[in-house]
């Protein structure tokens, strides 16, 4: 599957990286919607997080969630998974949005 994240992954596209692993690379989205807006993102293409089958690209995503909020200073953040098209998942490949800072008013909880 070739996808955007697929070939920022591969070093094909541009992006502004703030982390990277083996299996797991960070970059500043290109729509933030807060202050501080990042994707954590799987090397290995899949669609859903729920088919991630390999226990180790699943840890390193919250590891490497874990190390960009202690990297960045974060002492309060978001982290949204959209998973299929009809919760708005827009890229059909995971990412986990980590957002901090102001936020706008329709993804402030109530």
Do not use: W
Not at 17 to 25: A, G, K, S
Not at 54 to 68: C, G, S, W
């Amino acid at each position: 599957m070739d996808c955007v994240f697929c070939r920022i992954a591969r070093g094909e596209e541009p992006a502004d990286v703030v982390h990277e692993t083996e299996r797991v690379i960070v970059f500043r989205t290109i729509r933030p919607e807060a202050d501080f807006h990042v994707l954590v993102v799987p090397k290995e293409h899949y669609e859903r997080i729920d088919e991630i089958d390999d226990p180790q690209t699943a840890y390193e995503l919250f590891k490497a969630i874990r190390d960009v909020a202690h990297k960045f200073n974060l002492k309060a953040f978001r982290v949204v998974n959209k998973n299929g098209r009809s919760v708005g998942q827009t890229v059909m490949h995971v990412h986990i949005h980590v957002l901090s800072g102001n936020l706008p008013h329709r993804i402030v909880p109530r």
